[in-house]
């Protein structure tokens, strides 16, 4: 807030001093004048003139007007010291904890401007604390996740090798079987711990992209070749759809091929039953539009808002039995984001769409 000079504590003040001291002697000259009349009526003749003759009008009207001028003065100030008071009433709330205290801004002066200011600092105040809570809350659901994803399967390697501790196999063909399990189970763990440190490394403020010009359709048809393994033994196929081939983005390639990667390997893990795996490119306004889209079973409506939580438990895209470590569409997530990018959702019994809107270079 701007405060006009004008609008100043300094001439409010001086103001309230000139009003006080105009307004007190007018009210002494008005006295002074009615006891001149009324000095001439019987029953104030006596003790005028006594008031007149011992002390003296002039000592007596100074007395009155210094005795009016504060009296005016605390009059005409008091709407000040009144805003005052209510700043230090906040101030106080505030020391107390009550952030949700706000205070009215009711003039254009230095209170006001204290007023604004303190309105603003609470606010922010307000989100710190909400931040710092989130955060908590965060690494809070954090460690509840990894302790619930590295528990499961951390009991089963304990469990089958404590089978072959206690050697209660009946031949090498089940000590290998168990060994097996217990190798897989490992690998998973070892797979979770490489997601989570990719994930914590992404949230970070630390991470710096090198951006570089990409062609995005050259970029995906490269990705879609790299999947040809995984597609072939899902039974599945890949079609690629562009308006136009010559899309360029700023992206740090390594990172951009990650996401994808993400969001591939989840349509080929959750759309096997519809045999192909389409990506479409397309132009809105300044952004490149790419969508991997999958025909397997759709995702529940309740779950579409979460998907992008890391751990989040739904059905199908969130199933650790489906090889999944709850952590590939927050990888995701995070990278566009650091794109300056979007990432949705969408699902139906027709088909399930993962869709990433990046600025068009």
């Given at each position: 807030?701007?405060?006009?000079?004008?609008?100043?504590?300094?001439?409010?003040?001086?103001?309230a001093?000139?009003l006080?001291?105009?307004?007190?002697?007018?009210?002494?000259?008005?006295?002074?004048?009615?006891?001149?009349?009324l000095?001439?009526?019987?029953?104030?003749?006596?003790?005028?003139?006594?008031v007149?003759?011992r002390i003296?009008s002039?000592?007596v009207?100074?007395?009155?007007?210094g005795?009016?001028?504060?009296?005016?003065?605390?009059?005409?100030?008091?709407?000040?010291?009144?805003?005052?008071?209510?700043?230090?009433?906040?101030?106080?709330?505030?020391?107390?904890?009550?952030?949700?205290?706000?205070?009215?801004?009711?003039s254009?002066?230095?209170?006001g401007?204290?007023?604004e200011?303190?309105?603003?600092?609470t606010?922010?105040?307000?989100?710190?604390?909400?931040e710092?809570?989130?955060?908590?809350?965060?690494?809070?659901?954090?460690?509840?996740?990894?302790?619930?994803?590295?528990r499961?399967?951390l009991?089963?390697v304990?469990?089958?090798?404590?089978?072959?501790?206690?050697?209660?196999?009946?031949?090498?063909?089940?000590?290998?079987y168990?060994?097996?399990?217990?190798?897989?189970?490992?690998?998973?763990?070892?797979?979770?711990?490489?997601?989570?440190f990719?994930?914590?490394s992404?949230?970070?403020?630390?991470?710096?992209?090198?951006?570089k010009?990409?062609?995005?359709?050259?970029f995906?048809?490269?990705?879609?070749?790299?999947?040809?393994?995984?597609?072939?033994k899902?039974?599945?196929?890949?079609?690629m759809a562009?308006?136009?081939?010559?899309?360029?983005?700023?992206?740090?390639?390594?990172?951009?091929?990650?996401a994808?990667?993400?969001?591939?390997?989840?349509?080929?893990?959750?759309?096997?039953?519809?045999?192909?795996?389409?990506?479409?490119?397309?132009?809105?306004?300044?952004?490149?539009v790419?969508?991997?889209?999958?025909?397997?079973?759709?995702?529940?409506?309740?779950?579409?808002?979460?998907?992008?939580e890391?751990?989040?438990r739904?059905?199908?895209?969130?199933?650790?039995?489906?090889?999944?470590?709850?952590?590939?569409?927050?990888i995701?997530k995070?990278?566009?984001?650091?794109?300056?990018?979007?990432?949705?959702?969408?699902?139906?019994r027709?088909?399930?769409?993962?869709?990433?809107?990046?600025?068009?270079?």
């Amino acid at each position: 807030m701007k405060t006009n000079f004008i609008y100043t504590m300094r001439w409010k003040f001086i103001l309230a001093f000139v009003l006080s001291i105009a307004s007190a002697a007018a009210t002494v000259l008005i006295a002074y004048r009615v006891l001149l009349v009324l000095v001439y009526v019987k029953p104030f003749t006596v003790p005028i003139s006594w008031v007149v003759n011992r002390i003296g009008s002039t000592p007596v009207m100074v007395v009155a007007g210094g005795i009016l001028f504060l009296v005016y003065f605390f009059i005409f100030s008091s709407k000040i010291l009144g805003y005052l008071g209510e700043i230090t009433r906040g101030l106080q709330e505030i020391a107390k904890g009550n952030l949700n205290y706000t205070i009215v801004t009711k003039s254009a002066d230095e209170l006001g401007t204290v007023a604004e200011h303190f309105n603003q600092m609470t606010e922010k105040l307000r989100k710190s604390i909400e931040e710092e809570r989130n955060a908590e809350r965060t690494k809070n659901e954090l460690i509840t996740g990894v302790s619930h994803d590295l528990r499961t399967p951390l009991t089963s390697v304990l469990g089958y090798l404590e089978l072959i501790e206690t050697d209660r196999y009946h031949d090498e063909v089940e000590l290998r079987y168990y060994t097996n399990i217990a190798y897989e189970k490992t690998k998973s763990l070892k797979k979770l711990i490489d997601r989570l440190f990719e994930y914590t490394s992404l949230s970070g403020e630390g991470t710096e992209l090198q951006l570089k010009k990409v062609n995005i359709y050259g970029f995906l048809k490269q990705l879609a070749e790299e999947f040809i393994p995984q597609l072939s033994k899902a039974g599945m196929s890949c079609r690629m759809a562009a308006e136009d081939d010559g899309l360029f983005i700023q992206a740090d390639g390594h990172q951009l091929m990650r996401a994808y990667e993400n969001l591939f390997s989840n349509a080929i893990r959750y759309g096997g039953k519809g045999k192909y795996v389409d990506i479409r490119i397309g132009k809105d306004d300044n952004a490149v539009v790419v969508e991997i889209v999958n025909y397997g079973e759709p995702i529940a409506a309740r779950d579409l808002p979460f998907i992008f939580e890391r751990f989040y438990r739904a059905d199908r895209s969130r199933s650790s039995q489906n090889g999944g470590t709850g952590l590939g569409l927050a990888i995701a997530k995070s990278i566009i984001e650091l794109h300056g990018g979007q990432i949705t959702a969408r699902s139906n019994r027709k088909e399930t769409v993962f869709e990433t809107r990046l600025p068009l270079l």
